[in-house]
C-alpha cells in the first residue's frame, strides 16, 4: 500500500522493486536518487481536426536517464496512457538496456488515444504532429532519443515519424536513426518485428534449460512438452506463443480482450490468429473452450505463464491463486510489486520484464547501428564466407576422398545474410544476460530474478555516473 493509501502506482511499483534492489547494493543514497528519478518529462497537447471539430490529443516523451545517450524507448497509444505510466515504462527501459548492455538511456513516449477509435489518416496526423513537438523541443533525434514501436504501434508508424523527422532534418546523414522499428525499406532491420517475442523464447528456453532450477519447480528440464498460456496476441504475445510453441511447448490457453480460449491438447498459435482475424474475436475456436473473462486465463493450469498486454494484470488479488510454476513477463510491469512478494514466497519463478523482453531494444540498437553504418550487417562479409568454407569443404574433399552430399555443403558454406546475424547476436545476448541475473541471484543472496537484475544494472548505471565523474 502506497502512502496515500491506495495500491501503488506503476512507477512507485516499479521503484520498490528498485529500493529493495538498491539496499543489495552500497551507493551513497545521492547517486542512488539519480539513477531512479527521471530526468525530463515532456508533457504536451495538440489539437488534430475529427470530423465534427477539434479534438485535443495529450501527449507524452519522458527521458527516464541520460547517464547514456541517446535515450530509447518506444511510443505507447492507448487510451489509459498517464503520465505515471510513461515515467514506469521510461525507467524501465533504463534498466533493461543496463541488462542486456545496449549503450542507451532509457525513454518513452504515450499519446492517450485508443487508435481504434482514428482513421489511418488521422492516425498519420496524430503521429506527424507529436513528432515535430518532439522535433521543437529537441526530444527525438539519433544522438538525442530514438522512439520505437510499443503497445498500439507499430512499422508504420515509424514509417510517419522518421518521414516527419527527414522533413525538419533534410540532408541529416544519420537521420533514418532517429527512430526504430521501421519497415525494412525505410532503413528498419530484418527480425526487429519478431525480436521481442524471440527475445522471449530465448529467455525462457534458458531458464528452462537449467535442471536445478527447474527441478526445484519439480518440472523436467527443456521446453518439450510444458504447457503454456500467453495473455495478449499481438506484437509479443504472438512471436513468444509462436516460438515457444515451434521450440516444443503446447500452447493451452490464449487470452485477448475479448475473452480467452483453453484446450488442455494445444492449440496452433497461427490457426487461432487466423480465427481471430476472420471473426474478429478469439472465442468459438474450434475445439477450444471459451472463458468468459481474460482474467480467468491468467489462473489456468500451466507450467508457463506468459503476461504479454499491459500492466498490472497479477496483483495480490490473484497471485495466491495463479498455478503457473514460471511467469515469462512479455508485457512491462504485468506484476505488482506485491504480487511479486507473494509468488516469491510460493516459490514461482518470476522471469522479469526488464529482462524478458529486452529482445525488442537489443535489435533496435542493431538497427541504429545499422543506420549509423549506411551498410546491411553482412553484406561485406557473406560471399567472403562463403568462399573461404567452400574452399575448407574442397581441401577436406581432397584429403580425405570423401565427398559431402550437396545439401550438407549448403550449410557449411552458408554465409551470414542480416536476419542471420540479428537473430544470433539476439540469442547471444538473452543466453548471456539470463545468466548473468542468475549467478548475481546467487551470489547477492536475493530472493528472485526481479531484485539480482536491478542490482545488475544499479551497479552499470552507477559506474557510469561514476565514470563522468558527477559522484565520486
Ligand atoms: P500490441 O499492441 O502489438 O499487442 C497487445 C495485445 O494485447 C493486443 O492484441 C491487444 O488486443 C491485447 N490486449 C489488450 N488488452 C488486453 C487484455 N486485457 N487481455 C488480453 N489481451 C489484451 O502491443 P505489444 O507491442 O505486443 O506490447 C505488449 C506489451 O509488451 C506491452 O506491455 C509493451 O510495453 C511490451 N513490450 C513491447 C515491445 C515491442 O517491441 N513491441 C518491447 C518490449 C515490451
Redesign the pocket.
Same mark, same amino acid.
Given at each position: 500500500m502506497a502512502a496515500n493509501g491506495h495500491p501503488p502506482s506503476f512507477f512507485e511499483n516499479v521503484n520498490i522493486n528498485f529500493d529493495k534492489a538498491a539496499a543489495y547494493t552500497n551507493h551513497p543514497q545521492g547517486l542512488l536518487d539519480q539513477v531512479k528519478i527521471c530526468n525530463s518529462v515532456y508533457q504536451f497537447q495538440f489539437p488534430i481536426q475529427v470530423e465534427d471539430g477539434y479534438e485535443v490529443i495529450s501527449a507524452w516523451r519522458v527521458e527516464h536517464s541520460h547517464h547514456k545517450l541517446p535515450t530509447k524507448g +518506444?511510443i505507447?497509444y492507448s487510451e489509459d496512457v498517464n503520465e505515471d505510466e510513461v515515467k514506469a515504462?521510461a525507467a524501465l527501459m533504463t534498466y533493461k538496456c543496463a541488462i542486456v548492455d545496449v549503450p542507451f538511456g532509457g525513454a518513452k513516449g504515450g499519446i492517450k488515444i485508443d487508435p481504434k477509435k482514428y482513421s489511418v489518416h488521422q492516425l498519420q496526423k496524430i503521429t506527424r504532429r507529436y513528432t515535430a513537438e518532439l522535433v521543437k523541443k529537441n526530444f527525438i533525434g539519433p544522438g538525442i532519443d530514438v522512439p !520505437?514501436?510499443?503497445? +498500439?504501434t507499430?512499422e508504420r508508424e515509424m514509417a510517419w515519424i522518421v518521414d516527419t523527422y527527414m522533413a525538419f532534418n533534410s540532408g541529416s546523414i544519420d537521420g533514418q536513426a532517429c527512430v526504430t +522499428?521501421k519497415p525494412i525499406t525505410q532503413g528498419g532491420i530484418r527480425g526487429r518485428r519478431e !525480436?521481442?517475442g524471440r527475445g522471449v523464447f530465448f529467455g525462457i528456453r534458458e531458464a528452462c534449460a537449467n535442471a536445478e532450477d527447474m527441478k526445484a519447480l519439480g518440472l523436467k528440464p527443456g521446453l518439450e512438452g510444458k504447457r503454456v498460456v500467453v495473455?495478449?496476441?499481438?506484437?509479443?504475445?504472438y512471436h513468444a506463443a509462436k516460438f515457444l510453441q515451434e521450440g516444443g511447448c503446447l500452447i493451452v490457453g490464449l !487470452?485477448?480482450?475479448e475473452g480467452a480460449i483453453y484446450n488442455l491438447k494445444g492449440l496452433d498459435v497461427e490457426a487461432v490468429v487466423k480465427h481471430r482475424k476472420e471473426t474478429r474475436s478469439i472465442l468459438n475456436f474450434p475445439g477450444a473452450t471459451n472463458m468468459a473473462s481474460?482474467a480467468e486465463a491468467l489462473e489456468l493450469d500451466c507450467d508457463i505463464l506468459v503476461p504479454?498486454?499491459?500492466?498490472s494484470v497479477i496483483t495480490k488479488e490473484n497471485a495466491p491463486r495463479i498455478k503457473a510454476k514460471i511467469i515469462g513477463e512479455?508485457?512491462?510491469g504485468p506484476t505488482t510489486a506485491e504480487a511479486g512478494e507473494i509468488l516469491n514466497r510460493k516459490g514461482t519463478m518470476v522471469i522479469p520484464d526488464m529482462y524478458l523482453?529486452a529482445g +525488442?531494444v537489443t535489435v533496435s540498437y542493431f538497427e541504429w547501428l545499422k543506420n549509423l553504418q549506411h551498410v546491411r550487417m553482412g553484406r561485406m562479409a557473406k560471399r567472403f564466407t562463403e568462399t573461404s568454407f567452400d574452399q575448407l569443404i574442397a581441401t577436406l574433399e581432397q584429403k580425405t576422398g570423401k565427398m559431402f552430399l550437396e545439401d550438407e555443403r549448403k550449410k557449411l558454406t552458408h554465409g551470414p545474410d542480416e536476419i542471420d546475424l540479428v537473430n544470433s547476436g539476439l540469442e547471444d545476448t538473452m543466453i548471456v544476460a539470463y545468466n548473468e541475473i542468475r549467478e548475481r541471484k546467487m551470489t547477492v543472496g536475493c530472493d528472485d530474478l526481479r531484485t539480482a537484475a536491478f542490482v545488475s544494472s544499479i551497479d552499470k548505471i552507477a559506474h557510469s555516473y561514476i565514470e563522468l565523474g558527477i559522484f565520486p
Open positions: +518506444g505507447r515504462l !520505437a514501436p510499443d503497445y +498500439g507499430g +522499428g !525480436a521481442t495473455q495478449g496476441l499481438g506484437n509479443v504475445g !487470452a485477448e480482450y481474460t504479454a498486454a499491459l500492466e512479455g508485457a512491462n523482453n +525488442g
